[in-house]
T-cell receptor, first 115, second 112 residues
Framework: NAGVTQTPKFQVLKTGQSMTLQCAQDMNHNSMYWYRQDPGMGLRLIYY???????DKGEVPNGYNVSRLNKREFSLRLESAAPSQTSVYFC??????????????FGPGTRLTVL | GDSVTQMEGPVTLSEEACLTINCTYTATGYPSLFWYVQYPGEGLQLLLK?????DKGSNKGFEATYRKETTSFHLEKGSVQVSDSAVYFCALTSSNTGKLIFGQGTTLQVKP
């Protein structure tokens, strides 16, 4: 039982390049999330998926797109990377669809640098 | 909107000292409250949670009580260890949106 896995762990991009961050969970959870973590700002929600086939914007969605490929996988795409997207990205999942008491389970993160 | 405020760090303590990390929140309705911990180089993991007023969450010697009257959820531990060195995040789940809202995090460093 691996929990939430993310690839890659590290990535360096040049401004304007594109890339996809991959996330998978093996806990049969319905909801999945993408966050970014910046110094002094905690974690901010980029996009989430309450169930397979649905996605919604979070607090900071500009410059990103997502795909809920199936129940296990939720990818985050940067179409044209900008230095402001330099951050640590975390994927998370939870059992229910936005339940108030749900615990979210986090992956190990992807550290992205955009030059 | 809903928000979480944590005491600024870093907090530096000697081993076996007492720890308190303050957390206050602003929310409509009845949020659930969480403490997550992030060890160096790792993702966040749940430390403890409380889902209603006066509930006490506890785990690994850490405790926090959901205080609705003071809108607080302070994290406490009686005797910290070097292995407790990490970043601690207070968070709430908005009762309106169901989304997790984080404080900015507090870095704890425990010295031998």
């Amino acid at each position: 039982n691996a929990g939430v896995t993310q690839t890659p762990k590290f990535q360096v991009l040049k401004t304007g390049q594109s890339m996809t961050l991959q996330c998978a969970q093996d806990m049969n959870h319905n909801s999945m999330y993408w966050y970014r973590q910046d110094p002094g700002m905690g974690l901010r929600l980029i996009y989430y998926s309450a169930s397979e086939g649905t996605t919604d914007k979070g607090e900071v969605p500009n410059g990103y797109n997502v795909s809920r490929l199936n129940k296990r996988e939720f990818s985050l795409r940067l179409e044209s990377a900008a230095p402001s997207q330099t951050s640590v990205y975390f994927c998370a999942s939870s059992e229910a669809s936005g339940g108030r008491t749900d615990t979210q389970y986090f992956g190990p993160g992807t550290r992205l640098t955009v030059l | 909107g809903d928000s979480v405020t944590q005491m600024e760090g870093p907090v530096t303590l000697s081993e076996e000292a007492c720890l308190t990390i303050n957390c206050t929140y602003t929310a409509t309705g009845y949020p659930s409250l969480f403490w997550y911990v992030q060890y160096p180089g790792e993702g966040l993991q749940l430390l403890l949670k409380a889902t209603k007023a006066d509930d006490k969450g506890s785990n690994k010697g850490f405790e926090a009580t959901y205080r609705k009257e003071t809108t607080s959820f302070h994290l406490e531990k009686g005797s910290v260890q070097v292995s407790d060195s990490a970043v601690y995040f207070c968070a709430l789940t908005s009762s309106n949106t169901g989304k997790l809202i984080f404080g900015q995090g507090t870095t704890l460093q425990v010295k031998p």
